[in-house]
């Protein structure tokens, strides 16, 4: 497996054609960045038209359907979305808990539906800043990821997890370095006993509001596998910050 650090832009629901320009200036750049695995998730309507302008990073969606198919007006399937170019899909993201009621059995429904269609998936989970407070945030995460996360050791190599405080998303708060990496060294374990040995191949990302400023001191942290970006991965400038930030801590 890869140890490159993986930073991944999720664009929400941002991005008309215009915003094309972006992901080809990402894709140019991420080409001398080979310490670097580049990602952007996209909307729907864009994952075609960027795999076809940027042909080095991986190109993943934000969201699917459980079923392969059938009467579900305006949802898209895992297989639509493979064969638009996608190579990955987040799933469980808070937004989508919040905004749409989505439960972990869910969410681990729609993982296993990415993995049947040939994906990689990105299973977020996250506290929201009360359960912090309330010294709940480690077993909030456990039962998220206990609920959420595909099953099967087979299954592990195709799975990468977002740890996203939801008090951290566009806030431009974030935990600090120290509570980043006593998360993660959380989830690691919690993985490991979830998938056996396949459990320390799993990734993890740190998402919330990740910037070039404070990219450097979060990916160093324990365990941080790579970041999941919101508002910085919207530009070219701004995402590449935090790519070189990835690289630059890849120097020996
Ligand atoms: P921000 O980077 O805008 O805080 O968003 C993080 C996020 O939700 C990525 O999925």
Partial sequence: ?????????????????????????????????????VAIAPPF?????????????????????????GAHTGDVSAAMIKDAGAGFTIVGHSERRADHGESNALVKSKAHAVIDAGMNVI?????????????????????????????GEDVAVN??????????????RTPTPDDVAAMHR??????????????????????????????????????VGGALVGGASLTAESFLGIIMAAAEGERD
């Fill in 1 to 37: 497996m890869t140890t490159r650090p993986y930073i991944v832009g999720n664009w929400k629901m941002h991005g008309t054609r215009a915003m094309l320009a972006e992901a080809r200036a990402i894709d140019r750049a991420a080409e001398r960045l080979l310490k670097v695995e």
């Fill in 45 to 69: 309507t864009l994952i075609h038209a960027t795999r076809k302008e940027a042909t080095l990073i991986a190109i993943g969606a934000q969201d699917c359907h459980p079923a392969e198919g």
């Fill in 123 to 151: 299973v977020c989970v996250g506290e929201i800043e009360a359960e912090r407070d309330a010294g709940k945030a480690e077993s909030v995460v456990t039962r998220q990821l206990k609920g959420s996360l595909p099953e």
């Fill in 159 to 172: 799975v990468t997890v977002a740890y996203e405080p939801v008090w951290a998303i566009g806030t431009g």
């Fill in 186 to 223: 959380h989830i690691r374990g919690v993985l490991n006993k979830f998938y056996g040995d396949a459990g320390a191949e799993v990734r993890i990302l740190y998402g919330g509001s990740v910037k070039p400023e404070n990219a450097a001191e979060l990916l160093c942290a324990d365990e």
